[in-house]
């Protein structure tokens, strides 16, 4: 009898302690809490960009000696542009800090031509700028994942520029004049010269970032590249043209900005 009520006993506790046991807390780790990333314009970014440039060149015919001869028709060049820019851009409250760099390519020329009677008279010329580049500076203001932006800094190019002359048939003297000379014949010429030309650039432009690492563009620049100056050979001997050349440009672009934003370490819960 006694030995009943002891294992009668027994079972009951062995019962009483697994459900006790069923009541207490789980020792199983919860949820590890990861908050999620905070958009920054802080970074290094590369990216592409293409767009549309015109602008006016203007030419100015120095005869020998420095003399002014005439001023040729301007013209106004135009064609697409586009390339890859690399910059790192660093956000302090809503302003943003960046350098940038940018090469494109360029199909930006035009011809015009100039008819005149004297022998220093330009049939045809040509200007054309193959490749084109800038290192500048930006400053902006950020609204959330916009930016509204100025820019500005140095700006490069790889200028062609071409004469060409028909040539000039001679002119004999008048017989029994005595202060009219003969005129020589010019043959038909060509000069081509390819310049490296420094100038400056500033425009501006909005970005907008679609994720915390890719973002879009549009931005306008106005550039000068200073005044070049080409010595004639071929097609009139002892001139010059000196020819000032700008350009307008719109471009679109994206970017790639890498992560420079490091979350803190997950937030874990202790029971």
Known sequence: MIRHLLLSSIAVAALTGAALAADLPSRKAPPVFVPP?????TGVYIGGQIGYQWGTTTPAE???GGIFASGLSSYDPSGV??????????????????????????????????????PAAFTNYNSRINAEGSIRGRVGIAWDRALFYATGGVAFADIRTSYASPGTPG?????????????????????????????????????????????????????????????????????????????????????????????????????
């Open 62 to 64: 120095f005869g020998p």
């Open 81 to 118: 542009v586009g390339g890859a820019h690399v910059g790192f851009n660093y956000q302090v409250s809503q302003f943003v800090f960046g350098l940038e760099g940018d090469v494109d390519g360029t199909s930006y020329s035009a011809s015009s031509s100039f008819l005149g009677a004297a």
């Open 171 to 271: 002119v004999p003297a008048p017989v029994g004049a005595v202060a009219l000379p003969a005129i020589p014949a010019t043959p038909p010429g060509v000069d081509s010269f390819s310049n490296s030309r420094i100038g400056w650039t500033v425009g501006g432009g909005i970005e907008y970032a679609i994720t915390n690492n890719w973002s879009v563009r549009a931005e306008y620049r106005y550039t000068d590249f200073g005044h070049l100056t080409d010595s004639l050979v071929a097609t009139y001997p002892g001139f010059v043209v000196r020819t000032h050349i700008t350009d307008n440009a719109v471009r679109a672009g994206f970017s790639y900005k890498f992560d420079w934003y490091t979350p803190p370490a997950p937030v874990v819960a202790k029971y």
């Open 37 to 41: 990333p905070i958009f920054t314009w």
